[in-house]
């Protein structure tokens, strides 16, 4: 394979997972959005606080649960600011597509200074760079996914709790 065509291979497989991203940051809002609902419900709704004892302890459950994971579905659409990169260790690796990197070694008015040096890179580098920013994005899904994980299931379980908590106050006022 020549290595423009590696660069183009690599770019997209860095697309594909940067799209993932993406997934993982709406999932994550999503879920937010329903804990904020299920927890506004269960108080001001449903009024779960004026009623039997278990009931509540119920609703309390569910609201740590639903808290637990509004913080989960937050932690996932955080900006990360640095992460470790592949490669770091070398004084010659300059992660251009990051933009933790980027921020943080040219300032605002060196934009000549950024343009010359990735005027410098060759179809091998831009390939090298392509496949690394793959390598960091799949990490970042790997752990927005996991949070996002959760996060759902703390929302399933806190479902869960709020749905008994009303069946108690049905049954017992």
Do not use: C
Request: aromatic residues 12%; without cysteine; charged residues 15%.
């Amino acid at each position: 394979m020549e290595p423009v065509e590696r660069a183009q291979a690599y770019a997209a497989l860095a697309e594909s997972t940067r799209r993932l991203v993406g997934l993982m940051d709406g999932k994550a809002g999503f879920l937010f959005a329903v804990n904020g609902a299920l927890l506004t419900f269960m108080w001001i709704g449903a009024r779960l606080g004026d009623v039997a004892p278990a009931a509540q302890w119920l609703a309390i459950g569910a609201s740590l649960g639903s808290l637990l994971a509004l913080l989960a579905a937050l932690w996932v659409v955080i900006p990360r600011r640095s992460i470790a990169l592949p490669g770091s260790e070398s004084s010659d690796y300059r992660p251009i597509s990051f933009y933790g990197y980027v921020a943080t070694q040219y300032a605002p008015t060196e934009f000549r200074r950024f343009e010359h040096d990735v005027a410098q890179f060759d179809a091998d580098d831009f390939s090298r760079e392509s496949l690394a920013e793959h390598f960091m994005v799949s990490r970042i899904v790997k752990n927005k996914t996991s949070w996002v994980t959760i996060s759902g299931a703390l929302t399933f379980t806190s479902m869960a709790l709020a749905g008994a908590a009303l069946l108690v106050k049905t049954i017992y006022g």
